[in-house]
């Protein structure tokens, strides 16, 4: 029989499944996986639940409910500063994963660069791949996770059809500064290049840090498409509704894509996303402050059973050494880790398309208190029978 697409036959199966299917078999705690452990809050839930008893239940308009566009509009210029045209300018996706593989199918021709920064979220390089593009690939390296200008610089060229770039960053944790978004910008200008820019965590920001979007620099308003998750924001991450902004010549060929990828998301789930994207900031700030409260918590507690702690600036994440695992392989340790002490982490040589760093390993931290403790617990309590 003739082979299947060589570009998805013999992937391997994405590691938040892998890790999370081990998990669920051993009964070991979930850090691995990004996604929290307490649904998100009751107003939005409940607008999701009357919606879907009132109907329609029906196909909803291609390129999302009005309420929806318009409350990401508003959202943009509420925490963004940036006007756009809910109209012409916004549409919904079945998340972020979604959003992405269409701006990618509806910027990227055969042949096109695209410049990716590794570590990268495992989704854009077989997308990329599928589309044609050419991946080129720039490396931040931990612990720090600092942007050589001139390895990034070195990676564009007239063929570059566009940059992805995730901030906050999965699964460094790593917010681009003003600064290294200036780089970025400078080059996507003297290149005549777009941005993707996947900002799912954009209200992941810790340390009284704001989120800074690449499309609110000087001349890349119509460069950029950027993209949300109702996931990330509202602690909702099973529903899938992502949202996508872009100046109008650059969305048409994105919703071109999504009308064949999944042409609607459900009509209940993107009213009740509304009613939390306007949310007064009450919401967004407690939001933050919890998070960063179990980033701290579960940071402090890794530290003190002799792990190297990487900085996290945003995102659900924070990553170690392998250290006191006693294992240099990070996927082993993963393994290990899950099967002996009963806490599921994810290995971050899992972000890299080749040549990985082989030593880190992602923990995630939105999880109740209680959990992320009993999880120290079984850390500790195993790396002392692993001495003894
Ligand atoms: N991008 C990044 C960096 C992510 O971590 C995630 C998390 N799943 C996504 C995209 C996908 O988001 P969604 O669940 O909305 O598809
Ligand atoms: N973004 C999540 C993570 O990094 C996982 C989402 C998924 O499983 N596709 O853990």
Known sequence: ???????????????????????????????????????????????AADALMAGPNQYPPMMGVPELRQAVAEA??????????????????SGATEAITDA?????????????????????????????????????????????????????????????????????????????????????LKFDAYVIADEVYEHLVYDGEQHLSLMGFEGMRDRVVRIGSAGKTFSLTAWKIGYVTAAPNLLAPIAKAHQFVTFTT??????????GLRLGDDYYADFKTGLQAKRDRLSA??????????HSGGTYFISTDTGPLG???????CLKMTREA?????????????????????FCFCKQDH???????????????QRS
Not at 17 to 35: C, H, K, P, Y
Not at 266 to 275: G, N
């Open 1 to 47: 029989m003739k082979p299947t697409n060589p570009m998805f036959t013999g992937l391997p199966t994405t590691i938040f499944e892998v890790m999370s299917s081990l998990a669920r078999e051993t009964g070991a705690i979930n850090l691995g996986q990004g996604f929290p452990d307490v649904d998100g809050p009751e107003i939005i839930r409940r607008a």
């Open 76 to 93: 943009s210029l509420r925490f963004q500063g940036i006007p756009v045209d809910w109209q012409k300018e916004v549409m919904v996706t």
């Open 104 to 188: 990618i199918l509806g910027l990227v021709a055969p042949g096109d660069e695209v410049v990716l920064i590794e570590p990268l979220y495992d989704s854009y390089l077989p997308i990329v791949r599928q589309a044609g593009g050419i991946p080129k690939l720039v490396r931040i390296a931990p612990p720090k996770w600092e942007l050589d200008p001139d390895a990034l610089a070195a990676a564009f060229s007239d063929k570059t059809k566009a940059i992805l770039i995730n901030s906050p960053m999965n699964p460094a944790g790593k917010v681009f500064s003003r600064a290294e978004l200036q780089i970025i910008a400078d080059l996507c």
């Open 266 to 275: 459900p009509p209940d789930l993107q009213k009740a996303v509304a009613v």
């Open 301 to 310: 507690g890794l530290k003190s059973l002799g792990f190297d702690v990487l």
């Open 327 to 333: 294992l240099q392989d990070d996927a082993e340790a």
């Open 342 to 362: 009963g806490v599921a982490a994810v290995p971050v040589s899992a972000f890299y398309a080749a040549d990985p760093p082989s030593n880190f390993i992602r």
């Open 371 to 385: 959990v992320l403790d009993e999880a120290l617990n079984r850390l500790g309590d195993w790396l002392k029978r």
